[in-house]
């Protein structure tokens, strides 16, 4: 199974500050399509996930422009620009390259 | 889109359950589907998935042989046939569209249900 390991697992930031949350595959994500399928998933609290942003780095329907994603090969990043009060949750990697689907540990984001 | 998950409930170890979860708002024919769970404060867990047209199934290894997953495109719903609960298996239950016919990541969640194991 691909483990998918984040860090950090808890994020203080001050409001309109930016965040970075990293990502770290045990095998590469690339599959044999070409494509790499790393997905961001936000969970804000009493809530169910949302997709974020898929393939590394494309912004899913209604995701504001602060977050954006980057990465290659089995390294990752998440960042959002500038924190704002409703990014508050919990955020998680997910791969689809392969079976079993699996996801990052979870990055708990709090404001300072 | 809506994918409204049902079903859910308290279910003593060793015992059986059966989850629904409704859609609408897009072609549920032409789409793969999952569940996931989330032990209760814990993280994510993926579960199973199937095609769109039900011809292939994945698990996690964690309920292979337990869980069967099923689709009737007819009726718009995708079901999670449980059996032999554990408690371990206390969890909010979600389905979730995948973004395509296949394997793909999951673009579309509902709310969940609570499926509480428990003598």
């Known amino acids: 199974d691909i483990v998918m390991t984040q860090t950090p697992l808890s994020s203080p930031v001050t409001l309109g500050q930016p965040a970075s949350i990293s990502c770290r595959s045990s095998?590469?994500?690339?599959?044999?399509?070409?494509?790499?399928?790393l997905s961001w998933l936000q969970q804000r609290p009493g809530q169910p996930p949302r997709l974020l942003i898929y393939k590394i780095s494309n912004r899913f329907s209604g995701v504001p422009d602060r977050f954006s994603g980057s990465g290659a090969g089995t390294d990752f990043t998440l960042k959002i620009s500038r924190v704002e009060a409703e990014d508050v949750g919990v955020y998680y990697c997910m791969q689809v390259t392969q079976f079993p689907i699996t996801f990052g540990q979870g990055t708990r984001l709090e404001i300072k | 889109v809506q994918l409204v998950e049902s079903g859910g409930g308290v279910v003593q170890p060793g015992g059986s359950l059966r989850l629904s979860c409704i859609v609408s708002g897009f072609t549920f024919r032409d789409y793969g589907m999952h569940w996931v769970r989330q032990a209760p404060g814990k993280g994510l867990e993926w579960l199973t998935f199937i095609r769109y047209d039900g011809s292939s199934e994945n698990y996690a290894a964690s309920v292979k042989g337990r869980f069967t997953i099923s689709r009737d495109n007819s009726k718009n719903t995708l079901y999670l046939q449980m059996s032999s609960l554990r408690p371990e298996d206390t969890a909010v239950y979600y389905c979730?569209?995948?973004?395509?016919?296949?394997?793909?990541?999951?673009?579309?969640w509902g709310q969940g249900t609570l499926v509480t194991v428990s003598s």
């Open positions: 979730a569209k995948s973004c395509s016919i296949g394997s793909c990541y999951p673009d579309y």
């Open positions: 095998q590469s994500l690339v599959h044999s399509d070409g494509n790499t399928y």
